[in-house]
Each structure stands twice: as C-alpha cells, then as structure tokens.
C-alpha cells in the first residue's frame, strides 16, 4: 500500500488528486494538505471583480468533493518537509499545521511514499511598499479580493456618475510581477463596465506594466497568424487597447504605492509616480515559504528550492547568457533534482529561466516578466505528475511515461472583454508550444499554425462555457476525467 500526499488544493494539486483517487483509492491512500477549505476557478475572479458574478458562482466547498473520492483532507499549512525521514520516522514526512477552526494551531507529522508540492503562489504584497487589498491597491487573486475590487469600483462609478472624473490604474505591481494576462482581462472588463454605463469621458484608463513590449505576457510575446497575416503580439494587444480607451505605461517597476501615488521606476533608470484613484496591481510571486531538512535535521531548503521558495525540479538550472537559453532547459517531468519521490507542479515548480528578454536599469533594477505558469499549464502538469505516481505505484517501476514540457506544450488564453451573450467579447490566443522554441521554429519561435489571435463574441461565449465545463470536473462530477485540463 503506497500514500501519496499532495500539497495544494488550488488547479494544480486539485487536478492531481482526482486522478490519483480515481486510480488508486481502492487500494492505496491519497492526502490532501491544504489551508483552503474552497476551491476556487481563478479565471472567473475577474467577473467577480466588476460584479457580473457572485463569490458562490466562482468557488465550492472541497470537503464534501474528497469525501466522495475517498481522499484524506486536512486543512493545514505545510511547515517543513523532511524527504529522508529522521531518526524517528523512517519515511519521508511533511509537518503541518491546522487552520480548521477544530484543529487550529494543532501541529501533525504525516508521512509519505509520494509528495506532490503544488502549494501555488504566496501573493508577496510585501515585497511591494504599499501595496494590496490592505493598503492601497486592490487585487483579483483571490475571489475575496475580487469581491473588495468590486467594492471599490463601485465606489469610483458612484462618483462618475455624481460627475467626478476617476483614474484607473491597472497592470503589474512589481518590477519582476507576471500574471499579465489576469490584469490584462481586468482593465478591459473595467473598460467594459465604464463604457456600458456611458460614463467613459470621465474616465483615464492606464495600463502600467513591466513589459518591454505590451503583449510579451512573460512568454516573450509572440507572432500569431490572424486574418490570414502574421501579427506580433505587441501589435494585437495595442490595438485592442486602442479600441477600448486604454492609454499605456511600459518597461514600469513599480517601487512603491502610497494612497492615489504609484512610484515607478523605468528601463531608462527614471523615476515617476502615476496618481490614481482606483488602482488593481498583480504582486509578484513567491514560493510558499517551506523549509526543508535532511535525516540529521540539518537544513537543505536550499538544495530543494531556489531563493524565491519555488522547488526545483528536472530543469536545467545552470546560469546561462540569455542567448543560450534552450527549450529543453524546461523540465518534463517535475520530478525534484534531490528526491525521485518528490514532485512540484503548477507555480511550485522554479522555471530554469524567463521566457522574456531579461532587462535591467541603469540603476540595476530587474525589469522584466517572470514566466507565467497558471490555468491550463498548471493542470496539465498536475494530471502528468499524478499519472507517473500511478504508473510508478502499479508497476514498482518510476519510468515517467507522461510528460508535459511547456516547450512542447499548447496553451490556449480566452481574455474577456466584457459579459454577455449578446454583447460580451473575448480575445483568444493559442500558443504552441508556450515556451518559444527558436531551435525548432527559427522563423517564428512557435508553430505558426497553432498560434492564433482572434476577438469576437464567440470567444466570450467559449470563457463563459469554460467558466461551468471546468467547475463541473473539478466537482468530479459523472465522466469528470473525460474534459480535457
């Protein structure tokens, strides 16, 4: 009988589960550690932002979801991991602590055969001065800071309607932030809103962000074939932009935020402020914050994660010139370079570099997009991660049959511009693969075929479809593991 515990109910760790309890339950125990009692469908956050969908309609209850798979559930944090057990404890362990309202501040041990790491991002607000649902900006990561967001956009349409002019700033909140896309989707759903209610001469809409060129979405932007041409990125998201009212600020570090001020710094080594009376600014990411120790207690969280707390995985990690970046430096497997048991997956994992140029000032400020590795990505490793566990667990034989590098992996992103049957937008994007691959694909750096752009209401009508189809299987409801990640 092998366990297998998996750190993280978000898409990730929630997609790893269900299989793993598909395959396995019968026979074997699945534990899911998480500080989440909800599971939630971060793309719709962005609706719950603007008030065109309740918290209720963009998150569920996971207890009731692992009882029916018969998973083991505990909602607690993840303190430390010790992959080589200890002189107690023979197994590799995790030790926890709960936040359930019945267990709080209680400490466990629980041991493993197989860990998977899919604890997501811990939303560094701090890293950023001032910034934050608690300070001055609003946030859309979570749908409690969606529902604040609303909040606070309601209040500046109050005031466009009483006359007063509103400034609103949204984009990127630090210098090294990605999630471009989520932010991208917010300013045009604010856009939408605004316009709707006909109020848009009294708006000043920015987009402030990190980018060198608007459209590099830390995947380096792209060449998409739309209309029978071939587009850059930069060009597609300037002209939607464009068309929307939405004036632009780029290649911005943001280095702090005070009440209706952003401080930013520019690649040219400026500084500026940009004054706003609503602001939504994506923070950067970081890792959960775990430490890690060896049989003798003696820490080796650096050995199992890099700096910013992400685990590294089977990368190539070696510092290297930007020119000699590879496709193949990007992992497959995201099977830890320390423990064959051990796995990270979805933000968990370290990226063995950017997919953007990297930049920096001439005061030696870090400017530029970290890759993104959220939605789809993140499910399609969580799902190959599980099936090598089952294929290991079934046949005592860790071969990794499944593998999904992101430099051979498609991805597809539906940006909505707007809600409603009849009247919503959405731009859709694939890419293929969401790595560039210049070795591959010299021209373009992706297959041309397979990396489209296009706006219109059916691509609102496909986010809308993907909004319940993806609540539906992550509910595992009957034939769940037919919808593909």
Known sequence: MSKIVVLGAGISG?????????????????????????FQWLPSNIWVGVGLM?????????APVYKKLGVDYKQAKAISIHPEG?????????????VSEEKKGEKEIVDYDYLINATGPKLNFKATEGLGPHKFTQSVCTYDHAAHAWNKFQEALTKMENGE??????GTGHALATCQGAAFEYILNIAFEIKKRKLMHLADLWWLSNEYELGDFGMGGAYIKRNGYITPTKIFTESILKEYGIRWIKRAGVQK???????????????????FDFAMLIPGFAGAGMKAFNKQNEDITSEVFVANGMMKVDADYTPKPYEEWRAKDWPSTYQSVKYDNVYAAG?????????????????????????????????????????????????GKMIHKHQASMARMGAACIVSAGYGLF???????????????????????????????????????????MHYMFLY?????????????
């Open 14 to 38: 929630h997609t790893a589960v269900s299989y793993l309890s598909k395959s396995l339950k019968k026979n074997h125990e699945v534990v899911m550690i998480s500080p989440n009692s909800n």
């Open 86 to 98: 200890n002189n107690k404890y023979t197994k590799g362990f995790v030790k926890i602590e709960y």
């Open 165 to 170: 002019r509103q400034t609103f700033v949204v």
């Open 423 to 465: 009247k919503g937008q959405a731009a859709v994007m694939t890419v293929n693969p969401i790595v560039p691959d210049w070795e591959k694909y010299p021209k373009w750096g992706r297959n041309i075929k397979d990396t489209v752009g296009v706006v219109g209401t059916a691509g609102h009508w496909m986010k809308l479809f």
């Open 347 to 395: 933000i968990a994992f370290a990226p063995p570099h950017g997919m953007s140029k990297p930049m920096q000032s001439p005061n030696g400020t870090k400017i530029f997009p970290t890759p993104p590795r959220t939605g789809m990505p993140s499910g399609v490793i969580g799902k190959i991660v599980a099936q090598n566990i089952i294929h290991a667990v079934k046949t």
């Open 473 to 485: 299987k992550a509910k595992v409801k009957p034939f769940w593991w037919l919808i593909p990640e």
């Open 54 to 62: 309740s918290i209720d309609q963009v998150k569920f209850k996971l």
């Open 257 to 275: 935020v005070t009440k209706g001020k952003i401080y930013y710094e520019n690649l040219r080594g400026e500084y500026h402020t940009k004054d």
